[in-house]
């Protein structure tokens, strides 16, 4: 009843029964928000009810198959089938074929593209949107300026761009970031009007967002009131760099700072007991966390998923990717290959973002869509030094990567192998086979959990 996926079902239901204006947004109140202070309380630190409590593109594509939810799982396929798609197209563009083949089989036999696209959850929906983004920035830059493909591409990437801010918070980050490389690139081709073009797209997209707000009476471009309580949970003093768990300074912080995103920062900062020290401890402890093979549970347990989907269960997983892609962001990097570009400027921000809460498992799989065509541009430079003969190179280069894999299962996991899984999605699907009537499946569920887990169940 307090994940995401909850929240996001009656948050549609609420867009269905109010209409696209929304003006009193579904808004959860769990149980750990409840222990800090009453709902009005909350309404004043988020601003008002009319402010989304995240980026709403999610909950209004689910309001539309909100009565036939069967439908929304067709199209979440459909969503990540799309995004193995854009991904090998991007690849191909700034690697070739032969890497795009690859990406786009990497993607389809990743494991958590598959397992987080089927829940209720708006993840699915912003990798889709930064793969095609990639595409169309490539292909954008590729073109002629100006010519009616740059043209085309360059209206589909600022539509993109504001799409995904309606997804997703990070691109708050990533638009501006976007608008100054492409202003580099009209500079040197002395092209203004292109970038003019991106922008306005990106208003364009943006506009039903704003209409809606000034209609309600919310900040122009709010879409989210959870950043003061994501930046406590991410930098407090006992805060966890892995799992998401609600650090005891959570309510003194809110009520001190009214929730101001810079005073909340600091007070998060001031709370570790060594101050900017401890502070900077944990951010090493977080990004440690990307090493690590641990899939941390978020709404629901990738190993819960992984027993009972053979597709998940067999899948590549996020640590078998990780060192291939390392090892082709340092050629890429080492060769200055300028059709990288768009993976240079996007990843780093996207790894910020990471920061900016507790960059849980869920929310690492981002940097896939940057990773995996570094991966199969790699691999085919392996490929490529095989074909030349140069086997002492592709030796040293195995080599390299065995012993990445190795750090990765040895020194740089934290997380003990025997606390991967939990009994709670096993305990609650029993429940669920037995509201059902299905007895025989609630009690089979059940006899699993006292063999795995057996201090669970009496």
Known sequence: MNSDMHANLLWAR????????????????????????????????????????????????????????????????????????????????????????????????????????????????????????????????????????????????????????????????LIPVVLVALAV?????????????????????????????????????????????????????????????????????????????????????????????????????????????YESPDNLSFYFIATVSPVVRLGLRYWMILPVALAGLFLSIRSGDKAHFWIWTFLPVFVLSLFVGVPLSRYRQSLMVFFIPLAAYFIVFMRNLIGRREIHTAAFYCAALLASWALILGPLSRQPRVLYDRPTEYLLSAQVFHELGKEQKAQAMLDFVRRRFPDAVP
């Open 14 to 173: 609420s867009i269905r029964e109010q209409g696209w204006l929304n003006p009193v947004p579904y808004h959860p109140w769990a149980n750990w928000m409840q222990a800090i202070a009453p709902y009005p309380q909350w309404v004043e630190w988020w601003g008002g009810e009319q402010v989304f409590q995240q980026s709403p593109l999610y909950a209004y594509v689910l309001s539309l198959f909100v009565q036939k939810l069967v439908l929304m799982r067709v199209l979440q396929a459909l969503i990540s089938i799309g995004t193995c798609i854009f991904l090998g197209l991007f690849t191909a563009r700034i690697c070739g074929w032969l890497a795009g083949w690859l990406a786009f089989w990497l993607a389809a036999l990743y494991a958590p593209f598959y397992a987080y696209s089927w829940p209720f959850l708006r993840d699915g929906i912003a990798w889709f949107i930064t793969a095609a983004l990639l595409w169309a920035l490539s292909e954008l830059t590729y073109s002629e300026w100006p010519s009616a493909r740059a043209r085309q591409f360059g209206w589909l990437a600022g539509m993109l761009m504001g799409l995904g801010f309606l997804a997703r918070e990070t691109y708050l980050l």
């Open 185 to 293: 690139f009209a500079w040197r081709r002395r092209q203004f009007g292109m970038v003019l073009a991106v922008a306005v797209a990106t208003v364009l997209a943006l506009s039903p967002l704003m209409i809606r707000n000034w209609s309600v009476k919310a900040p122009l471009f709010s879409t989210s009131n959870r950043l003061a309580e994501t930046m406590i949970h991410g930098n407090a003093g006992t805060a966890h760099p892995y799992t998401l768990m609600v650090p005891v300074e959570t309510g003194r912080i809110l009520h001190e700072t009214g929730a101001r995103p810079l005073p909340v920062l600091l007070a998060a900062i001031s709370s570790h007991p060594d101050g900017v020290r401890g502070w900077m401890r944990l951010q090493l402890l977080k990004f440690h966390s990307l090493f690590d093979p």
